[in-house]
C-alpha cells in the first residue's frame, strides 16, 4: 500500500517512528466508542491498512484513537457517529455467518471476506469508504492529534 501512495522505504520508517514516538497505544479511555466497538474497528483498520515489512499498520499507528478522537470533536456532524456505529451490526452479523463470535475473531482472510460481502451490501461500500478515510488521516495526517 505504501508504494501504491508513492512512499519510499525511508518516508515510511519514518512514520513508523513518528507512530512510536507518540505512543501507538491509546492514551486514556475511549471517548466515543465503547471497548466492543473499539475491539471491532480496530481489527476493522488493521484489515484495510495492515502493517508490512517496514511500514506501520493501522494499529501500530493508533487509527482507532485518531477516529474515536475525530468523532468526538464538536466539529464533526453526529451523523458520522451514527453510520460509523451503524456499520457494526452488519459486521458481526457476517462473521457470525463464517463461525465466529465477533469479526475480530476472524483471521485476516476471513476478516478480509467479511469486508467484501459487506462492501457488497447497499450501505457497505459507504461505510468502509468512511473508515478507511479516518484510517488514512491516522496514518498519512500530521501526527499531531
Same mark, same amino acid.
Given at each position: 500500500m505504501a508504494a501504491a501512495l508513492g512512499w519510499g522505504p525511508a518516508a515510511v520508517a519514518r512514520a513508523g517512528e513518528r507512530a512510536r514516538a507518540r505512543g501507538a497505544a491509546p492514551v486514556g479511555p475511549a471517548r466515543v466508542l465503547t471497548t466492543e466497538e473499539w475491539a471491532t474497528l480496530a481489527a476493522v483498520q488493521e484489515t484495510l491498512w495492515p502493517a508490512g515489512e517496514g511500514c506501520p499498520g493501522a494499529r501500530d499507528l493508533n487509527a482507532t484513537g485518531v477516529l474515536d478522537a475525530a468523532l468526538a470533536d464538536p #466539529?464533526?456532524?453526529?451523523?458520522?457517529?451514527?453510520?460509523?456505529? #451503524? #456499520?457494526?451490526?452488519?459486521?458481526?452479523?457476517?462473521?457470525?455467518?463464517?463461525?465466529?463470535?465477533?469479526?475480530?475473531?476472524?483471521?485476516?482472510?476471513?476478516?478480509?471476506?467479511v469486508l467484501v460481502a459487506f462492501r457488497d451490501r447497499p450501505e457497505g461500500r459507504g461505510w468502509i469508504r468512511l473508515v478507511l478515510g479516518y484510517t488514512r488521516e491516522a496514518v498519512l495526517g500530521d501526527p499531531v492529534h
Open positions: #466539529g464533526t456532524p453526529p451523523i458520522q457517529t451514527t453510520w460509523v456505529r #451503524g #456499520g457494526l451490526p452488519a459486521l458481526r452479523e457476517l462473521a457470525v455467518a463464517r463461525g465466529a463470535a465477533s469479526f475480530e475473531a476472524l483471521d485476516a482472510a476471513g476478516r478480509e471476506a
